[in-house]
C-alpha cells in the first residue's frame, strides 16, 4: 500500500478554465506537445488538435465538449481535462469542476478578466478547486502583465502571487525571468526548449524589486513565511515555493505566470508550477457520501473499499463509456459495482486511459485516477459507482437549469421513433439538455442553456446520422411570482366515499420573499401552536405547496419568489393522514395564488458587447430596442466594451445583427443573470 500511495503523491487530476478564446486548448495541446504525447503542435485555426476531436469543435473553432487527455511530466502523471468557455457549455465545467483537484485559469492579456473568466472562477470557489493562472498570448499587441494582474485582483479577489517577469513585449516577447530561482527563460523563434540563463542586466534591477514584492506578499499570508521574512527580510527558494504551495491549495494565494502557448513559450514553467503547488489526490479532503442516514468519509486510499463517480457519459466509436474519477480502492476488469441511485449491480467489461478519441487499455483503475468504463448500462452523468459490500451515495453534480427551448419534429412522420431515440441519447450524455413533451400542444421540447447550445445538439442528430429535424423558433423559460399575497386563506380538503375518509383544515398566508432573498427562491414555515397541526403533517402540507410551484396561475409555468406561512389548521381524529394534508396544501396554495397578485418573470443575461468606437451609437440603439439596461462602459485599445443586462428572448439572432451593424468587428458574450419582471401583454394592464 505504501507504494500505491507513493505513486498517488505524482498524480495531478487538473482542468483548464477560461472565457472562450483566451487559449484554453492551445495550453493542453502544448501540454501534450512538451511532455513528448504527441509530436506535432496541433492548432485550432488548422482543426489539428486532439481534444477539439468532434466535427463540430473543429468546424466552429470552439470547444463545446470537456475532454480528457493524461500526459506526464518530471515523473508525475498529469490527468487533464480541457473544459469549453462559452456560456452555454457551463454545465460541462461544472461536471468537470466536481471531479478535479486543481485548475490553471487562463487569461487573455490584453482583455485580461472576461465575463466567462470571472464565471468560471465562481465555480472553481464552489467547489473549492486550487487554481494557479495563466496569463496567455503575452505576444499580441496592447499585451500587458500588469493590467491582466490588477483586472485578476480587482474582479476576482484573489491575492495574485505574480512569479514571473516578461522579458520584452508584444512582439518582442521572448522570455521570463523566473521570480523563484532569479533566472532566465528564453525561448527562440522555432518554439524549441527553453534556455536558461543569469537574468538580463537591464532587467536585474526590475526583477529584485518584484522579488521583494512577492516575499513581502507571501509573508503577509503564510506564518512560516512572515517568521523567516522577519528574521532576515527575505525568504529562501526552499521557503518560498513551500508557502506558495500551501496558499495555492488553500486558495489564500492565486500564483500567476504567463506566456504565449500559440508561440510555445512559457510551457514548461507551468508544467513545473503545477507538479509543485497543484494538490495530488492525497492533499485533497476525504470524499464525503452518505450511507442511509449517515455520512462517511473515503480517502484516496487504494486499498479502500471502491468508491467513484461518473461525470461523463458519451457514444463513443467503441460503445458507450462512463468516464469516473475513482476517489478510493481499485477497480479491474469483470469487477461488479453498485449504482446506489438505481438500485442496479453492473460489470465493468473494460477499462481505458482517455486520450480525447483515442483510449489505452488497462487492467485496473486505482484512487486519484480519471478512466473510462465500457460495459454499464446505466449509469448516468452523477451516478455514484461503488464496492456492492460497501455501498456510498456521492454528491451528484449540480445541474443547471435550462433557460432557452425549442420545438423539434421529425420531417418525415416515419421517423418519430428514431428522433426521440437520438433526443434520448442527447439528454443521457448531457443532462443540462432536457426533453419533454408539451401537455396542452403535444409539441417535443428541447430546452438547454443557449441558443447555441441547442443548435450543437440538433447538429449533433444530424451528424450522428439521425433523422432529419424541424426546429421552431427558440422560447425561453419564464417564471411567475408573488407581487402581493394573501393572508389567512382557509381550505378544508374533505373527501368522503365509503371507506376511510380524508379530512385536512389549513389556513395559509403567502407574501413575496422581496429583496429579502432577490425574485427567486421558496420558503416555508410553521407557526401553528397547541399541536393543532402535528409535526408530520406539517411536513406533508409543505410538500404539498411544492407541489404547486410546479404551475402558477398566469401561464403554467413555475412560481418563485415567494413565502408560505402554515398559520392554523386542524385535524380530525380518523380521517387526517399525511396524503390528505399534502393535497390541502398543493389545492390551497393554488388557491392562494389565485387570490395573490402574480407577475410574469424572463430569464435575462448580462451581456458584454466589444465594439469599434465608431459603432457605439447604434449598439446602444439596438440594446434599448432590446430592452436591454446598459450598466456600464469602457474604452479598450481602441475599442468600446458595453456591458448591459437584456432579456434572453432578445438575444436570439444578435450575433447576425451586431456583424452587420459593425462590419463583423463587433463581438459580444452572454451569461445568465437570473431572472426580471416581463412585460404585461396589453390586455392585462
Known amino acids: 500500500m505504501r507504494t500505491n500511495l507513493s505513486t498517488l503523491a505524482t498524480v495531478r487530476n487538473l482542468g483548464i478554465l477560461a472565457h472562450v478564446d483566451a487559449g484554453k486548448t492551445t495550453v493542453t495541446e502544448r501540454f501534450l506537445y512538451a511532455t513528448g504525447t504527441t509530436h506535432k503542435r496541433g492548432e485550432v485555426h488548422d482543426g489539428t488538435t486532439v481534444t477539439d476531436f468532434d466535427p463540430q469543435e473543429r468546424d466552429r473553432g470552439i470547444t463545446i465538449f470537456a475532454a480528457a487527455v493524461s500526459c506526464g511530466w518530471d515523473g508525475h502523471r498529469i490527468n487533464l481535462i480541457d473544459t469549453p468557455g462559452h456560456v452555454d457549455f457551463a454545465d460541462e465545467v461544472e461536471r468537470s469542476l466536481r471531479v478535479l483537484d486543481g485548475a490553471i485559469a487562463v487569461f487573455d492579456a490584453v482583455a485580461g478578466v472576461e465575463p466567462q473568466s470571472e464565471s468560471v472562477w465562481r465555480q472553481a470557489d464552489r467547489h473549492g478547486v ?5 496569463v496567455n498570448k503575452l505576444d499580441r499587441a496592447g499585451a500587458d502583465l500588469d493590467r491582466a494582474v490588477a483586472s485578476i485582483r480587482e474582479r476576482l479577489h484573489p491575492a495574485p502571487l505574480v512569479v514571473q517577469l516578461p522579458i520584452g513585449a508584444e512582439d518582442g516577447f521572448t522570455g521570463v525571468v523566473d521570480l523563484v530561482r532569479m533566472r532566465s527563460l528564453l525561448w527562440d523563434g522555432g518554439g524549441g526548449a527553453a534556455v536558461e540563463g543569469p537574468v538580463p542586466e537591464t532587467l536585474t534591477e526590475e526583477a529584485l524589486r518584484r522579488r521583494r514584492v512577492l516575499e513581502e506578499a507571501v509573508a503577509e499570508l503564510h506564518p512560516a513565511a512572515l517568521e523567516e521574512f522577519c528574521a532576515g527580510s527575505a525568504l529562501s527558494e526552499q521557503t518560498l515555493v513551500a508557502a506558495l504551495r500551501d496558499l495555492t491549495r488553500t486558495g489564500d494565494g492565486v500564483v500567476v505566470l504567463c506566456g504565449s502557448a500559440y508561440r510555445n513559450r512559457g510551457i514548461e514553467p507551468l508544467l513545473d508550477a503545477v507538479v509543485a503547488y497543484l494538490p495530488s489526490p492525497l492533499d485533497v479532503p476525504a470524499v464525503r457520501g452518505v450511507h442511509g442516514d449517515t455520512e462517511q468519509r473515503r480517502s484516496a486510499d487504494p486499498e479502500a473499499p471502491f468508491a467513484a463517480l461518473a461525470f461523463k457519459v458519451n457514444a463513443a466509436g467503441i460503445g458507450r463509456l462512463t468516464c469516473v474519477r475513482v476517489y478510493s480502492g481499485t477497480i479491474g476488469k469483470g469487477d461488479t459495482v453498485w449504482d446506489p441511485g438505481t438500485g442496479r449491480t453492473e460489470r465493468v467489461a473494460r477499462i481505458l486511459r482517455v486520450m480525447a478519441d483515442r483510449h489505452v487499455q488497462l487492467d485496473r483503475a486505482v484512487a486519484g485516477d480519471i478512466v473510462a468504463l465500457a460495459g454499464l448500462k446505466s449509469a448516468r452523468a452523477g451516478s455514484t459507482l461503488c464496492d456492492p459490500g460497501a455501498p456510498l451515495l456521492l454528491e451528484a453534480p449540480v445541474v443547471a437549469e435550462p433557460v432557452v427551448s425549442v ?14 431515440s437520438a433526443l434520448a441519447r442527447l439528454a443521457e450524455e448531457d443532462p443540462s439538455l432536457v426533453v419533454r413533451t408539451d401537455d396542452e400542444t403535444g409539441q417535443t421540447v428541447l430546452s438547454g442553456m443557449g441558443e447555441l447550445h441547442l443548435e450543437v445538439a440538433v447538429e449533433k442528430i444530424r451528424r450522428d446520422g439521425g433523422p432529419e429535424v424541424v426546429v421552431g423558433r427558440p422560447r425561453v423559460a419564464h417564471r411567475e411570482t408573488v407581487v ?28 413575496p420573499l422581496g429583496a429579502e432573498a432577490g425574485a427567486t427562491g421558496f420558503e416555508f414555515r410553521s407557526v401553528v401552536v397547541g399541536g393543532r397541526v402535528p409535526q408530520e403533517y406539517v411536513r406533508a402540507v409543505e410538500a404539498g405547496c411544492r407541489d404547486a410551484l410546479a404551475e402558477g396561475p398566469l401561464g403554467g409555468h413555475p412560481v418563485t419568489g415567494l413565502r408560505v406561512t402554515l398559520s392554523d389548521g386542524s385535524t380530525h381524529v380518523k380521517d387526517s393522514s399525511e396524503m390528505a394534508f399534502r393535497t390541502a396544501g398543493r389545492l390551497g396554495l393554488r388557491e392562494a395564488l389565485r387570490a ?54 432578445e438575444l436570439f439572432g444578435y450575433a447576425t445583427r451586431l456583424r452587420s451593424r459593425t462590419q463583423g468587428r463587433g463581438t459580444f458574450t452572454t451569461r445568465p443573470a437570473g431572472y426580471a419582471p416581463a412585460p404585461q401583454p396589453a390586455a392585462a394592464r
Request: glycine share 12%.
Open 130 to 134: 486550487p487554481r494557479i493562472a495563466f
Open 407 to 420: 420545438a423539434v419534429e421529425a420531417r418525415r412522420s416515419t421517423d418519430t421513433g428514431r428522433l426521440a
Open 484 to 511: 402581493r399575497g394573501v393572508s389567512g386563506l382557509v381550505f378544508r380538503h374533505v373527501k368522503q366515499d365509503g371507506g376511510a375518509g380524508q379530512f385536512a383544515h389549513v389556513v395559509l398566508d403567502v407574501e
Open 596 to 649: 395573490c397578485a402574480v407577475a410574469l418573470l424572463e430569464p435575462v443575461a448580462e451581456v458584454t458587447v466589444t465594439v469599434p468606437e465608431d459603432a457605439v451609437g447604434g449598439v446602444l440603439g439596438d440594446l434599448a430596442a432590446r430592452r436591454g439596461r446598459v450598466n456600464g462602459s469602457e474604452s479598450r485599445n481602441g475599442s468600446a466594451v458595453l456591458t448591459a443586462t437584456v432579456p434572453l428572448a
